[in-house]
């Protein structure tokens, strides 16, 4: 892998919500980064926390939501220490994102050019008509003259979902956010959606986070993948590791129930090989009883959990290099 | 069958436009009321006391000799002048305040709705009663007082239409493509708040019309100027010496007014507000 410049680099980030007064840790200490061009997939079930992750980036947490520590460095700033006005700037110029669903995503009362003119006038940007018909030509819109003059609701869910990604590149920002982006979509449309991101990423020199639970739209995009389970990252690697080796155990049963994925043969020997080097040393086949408080967050769910697993490890290496990690006692 | 032609895009309903239409040719006839008649409103003596209709005097006259037409004609010009200006006012401010309220929460919010809830606890028609006693009942005085006495309604339900409009999705993604907080009031919210808005602001000019009506059948309207109310004042004598028509005329204007402001607003809410379509 090249030395590369990094876009963005986030250090122990942790996020807090308010309910009922209580202060609940959605993300806990997550670290990410994202070179120059890469594509880095966050992947995780819902409630892990990915999305809170990607609104912390951008600075629109809800009001009950507040970072509780770590850094947030995009071009060597840290954009927790911007102001409100410095950061706005950054959003959609800098930084941008694409929403899950595009329908309820775009305000249907506004065309999709006024769509594109709000974001230009917003960061005091001259858009023309030719800018227009070009960005969306790059999202692959065969008849740009007339999808500027429909509303969002004329458009359907593919094609919206394109003009989304126009609107989101419109002021050419170097990293693009992609927050679930084809989960609304029908499953011919999320290749479609996948391929032109793939594309546009290698045209505009963009760098991605993908943030998604369907680890079958990693595998043709993404460089990297951070696995997310309960507000931490439990496994790093890249994309082809993960999905041929994965190591912690729930990524493995994230891999176990994603339709046309299997493990191979070779994984799960390797794996087996793993468990019985530990098996001297555990207490029991999968654990029961309550969660300990300071334990691995996946204990409950683990069938390898062993004595050890009460207290929670950190991201170990697990190919002898820092590239690959997981947050798992078996690699120790 | 949606109406053809170029307005077709702006009135999609032939009720609406019917309505539209019918308040712009009151409108005119308000306008044009010296031209259609070369009568002087609140001259007494064209005839000798209380006349029935004629075709010299349409309408009838009053006791006083006055010409009933001439008055209603001018009377309906002040009628749509006090309404719309006044319900002008009262939407400006409740826009505003409402619009500050409900995007920004906190203080800003519980204030104007504390303020609000003052002026909501004692009667309007009272309040601007004894305002218009306070001041002198000139035309101004009684549009300022109908206004900015009639703006905390409207504020709150600009209020709750904002607190709906805020929260969906396309106001957070426009935040995080970088929208300022003004950005956001006039491209997300305001074009979401614009129909009921509208509704709300044509049932306000239909409130302020019976209120100018009612002030100035108690007395308390300009004195120098004719209005519909102040006929049916006059009206109350005219009545007992068998003149109906001094009572029936001023009212039916009254009553046309109003129904068509109500339908109006109705007719906006029904046709522009998408959670109705």
């Not at chain 2, 009377?75 to 619009?99: D, T, Y």
């Not at chain 2, 006039?186 to 049932?203: D, H, K, Q, R």
């Amino acid at each position: 892998m090249p030395a590369s410049i990094k876009v963005l680099e986030v250090r122990g980030l942790s996020v807090e919500y308010s309910v009922d007064g209580v202060w609940i840790r959605a993300v806990d200490g997550v670290d990410l980064e994202i070179s120059r061009g890469e594509c880095v997939a966050l992947v995780g079930e819902s409630g892990s926390g990915k999305s809170t992750v990607a609104q912390a980036i951008i600075g629109v947490l809800p009001p009950n939501a507040r970072v509780s520590s770590g850094e947030i460095i995009y071009m060597g700033r840290d954009l927790l220490k911007l102001g409100r006005e410095e950061l706005r700037r950054v959003r959609g110029r800098e930084i941008s994102i694409v929403f899950q669903d595009p329908l309820s995503y775009l305000n249907p009362l506004r065309t999709v050019r006024d769509l594109f003119m709000d974001v230009a006038r917003d960061h005091g940007v001259d858009l023309g008509e030719d800018d227009l018909v070009d960005l969306l030509r790059r999202v692959r819109v065969t008849d740009p003259h007339r999808v500027l003059r429909s509303y969002p609701f004329q458009l359907s869910g593919g094609m919206a979902q394109r003009v989304a990604i126009a609107i989101a590149l419109a002021l050419k920002p170097k990293l693009l956010i992609a927050d679930e982006p084809t989960t609304a979509l029908d499953l011919t449309i999320q290749a479609q959606i996948i391929r032109l991101l793939l594309l546009i990423k290698e045209e505009m020199d963009l760098s991605i986070l993908l943030i998604t639970h369907d680890l079958g739209m990693v595998a043709p995009i993404a460089d990297r993948v951070y696995v997310m389970y309960s507000g931490r990252i439990v496994e790093v690697g890249s994309t082809g590791n993960i999905l041929a080796s994965p190591r912690h155990p729930y990524t493995i049963d994230l891999i176990r129930s994603a339709r046309g994925l299997y493990l191979s043969r070779e994984a799960v020997s390797e794996l087996d090989r793993v468990v019985r080097s530990r098996s001297s040393s555990r207490s029991s086949h999968g654990y029961s009883g309550k969660p300990p408080r300071e334990g691995c967050r996946y204990i409950a769910r683990c069938p390898y959990a062993f004595d050890k697993c009460s207290i929670e490890p950190n991201l170990i290496p697990v190919d002898g290099d820092d590239r690959s990690l997981a947050r798992c006692w078996l690699y120790e | 069958m949606p109406p053809k032609g170029p307005l077709a895009k702006y009135i999609p309903d032939r009720r609406l436009a019917a309505v539209v239409a019918a308040v712009l040719f009151l409108a005119i006839i308000a306008a044009l009321a010296s031209y259609i008649s070369d009568k002087d409103p609140i001259r007494t003596g064209y005839a000798r006391g209380l006349t029935p209709p004629s075709p010299s005097f349409p309408f009838g006259t009053d006791q006083l000799g006055r010409d009933i037409f001439t008055w209603v004609l001018h009377g309906l010009r002040v009628s749509l002048i006090v309404g719309v200006s006044s319900a002008l006012i009262a939407m400006s401010i409740a826009l505003v305040l409402g619009m500050l309220s409900g995007y920004f929460g906190g203080w800003i919010d519980n204030l104007v709705m504390r303020v609000a809830d003052v002026f909501l606890s004692i009667p309007r028609f009272i309040l601007i009663l004894f305002a218009v006693i306070l001041f002198s009942p000139t035309l101004l005085n009684i549009v300022l007082v109908i206004g900015l006495f009639s703006w905390p309604e409207p504020a709150r339900i600009v209020r709750s239409e904002v607190l709906s409009a805020k929260s969906r999705e396309y106001v957070l993604a426009a935040r995080s493509m970088g929208a300022s907080d003004l950005d956001i009031m006039f491209s997300e919210i305001a074009p979401n708040i614009a129909p009921t808005a509208l509704a709300v602001g044509a049932l306000l000019v239909s409130d302020s019309i019976l209120i100018e009506a009612a002030l100035s059948f108690l007395g308390l309207g300009d004195p120098d100027l004719p209005s519909l109310g102040r006929m049916l004042s006059i009206a109350r004598q005219a009545i007992f010496a068998g003149g109906w028509w001094a009572l029936l005329f001023p009212s039916i204007f009254i009553i046309v007014l109003i129904v068509l402001f109500n339908l109006l607003s109705d007719l906006i809410n029904e046709v522009y507000n998408p959670r109705l379509r």
